[in-house]
């Protein structure tokens, strides 16, 4: 059995890490969120005046605002670049405090890839679904227009496109059960 092993669960959008890392944490296996501690980020005072001095354009009655960041990262690749090398850093830190102590833990990390992070995980559980699937998902989910999804979509990946060494893929294009399914067929692969 492995011990003291971070596993990162990435994908696209839409693609459905969080209902894999639901699944994992159903399996009773600890499961920690980049996007759970970007939301404590955002109620740090000292991480909200870095934001505002980054993109004074979005700031408004003196706080940031996530909506405005966000339209602004994803029509403007130097402006998600510098907010990149801002966030991610002071995410993966917090992250990677959370997971200490756990025997193996998984983490899903949005943005793996797109950051370099992958070296600092001993396996990687990769989420794939149909393009169709991931937008209808996005859409439903997040209220965003297809143009807006297609723009995220670009920015993130690519991904590898086959089981190998630390990299295993998990297929989400069924059911809830069938998810399960892949999920516990990926935790064999990786000896757990």
Same mark, same amino acid.
């Given at each position: 059995?492995?011990?003291?092993?971070? @596993?990162a669960?990435?994908?696209? &959008?839409?693609?459905?890490?969080?209902?894999?890392?639901? =699944? !994992? %944490?159903? $399996?009773g296996?600890p499961?920690?969120?980049c996007d759970?501690i970007?939301d404590?980020?955002?109620?740090?005072?000292?991480?909200?005046?870095?934001?505002s001095?980054?993109?004074?354009?979005?700031?408004?009655?003196? @706080?940031?605002?996530?909506?405005? &960041?966000?339209k602004?990262?994803f029509?403007?690749k130097? =402006? !998600? %670049?510098? $907010?990149?090398?801002?966030?991610?850093p002071r995410?993966?830190?917090?992250?990677?405090?959370?997971?200490k102590?756990?025997k193996?833990?998984?983490?899903?990390?949005?943005?793996?890839?797109?950051?370099?992070?992958?070296?600092l995980?001993?396996?990687?559980?990769?989420?794939?679904?149909?393009?169709?699937?991931?937008?209808?998902?996005v859409?439903?989910?997040?209220g965003?227009?297809?143009?807006?999804?297609?723009a995220r979509?670009?920015?993130?990946?690519?991904?590898p496109k086959e089981?190998?060494g630390?990299?295993?893929?998990?297929?989400?294009?069924?059911?809830?059960?069938?998810l399960?399914?892949?999920?516990?067929?990926a935790?064999?692969?990786?000896?757990?």
């Open positions: 059995m492995m011990q003291n092993k971070k @596993i669960v990435t994908g696209g &959008i839409g693609s459905g890490k969080t209902q894999l890392c639901m =699944a !994992l %944490k159903e $399996l296996y499961v920690f969120s759970e970007s404590d980020l955002w109620k740090d005072e000292g991480y909200l005046a870095g934001l001095a980054l993109f004074p354009a979005c700031v408004r009655e003196g @706080i940031p605002r996530k909506d405005l &960041i966000s602004l990262v029509s403007d130097e =402006a !998600l %670049k510098k $907010l990149n090398v801002y966030a991610h995410i993966m830190d917090a992250l990677l405090e959370r997971m102590g756990e193996v833990a998984f983490a899903e990390v949005p943005l793996l890839f797109e950051g370099g992070y992958e070296d995980f001993d396996a990687v559980l990769i989420v794939t679904r149909g393009e169709d699937a991931r937008v209808r998902a859409a439903a989910r997040d965003l227009s297809v143009e807006e999804i297609h979509m670009r920015a993130q990946g690519p991904y089981d190998g630390k990299f295993v893929l998990v297929k989400n294009d069924g059911s809830k059960d069938e399960l399914a892949a999920a516990r067929d935790l064999k692969k990786l000896g757990l």
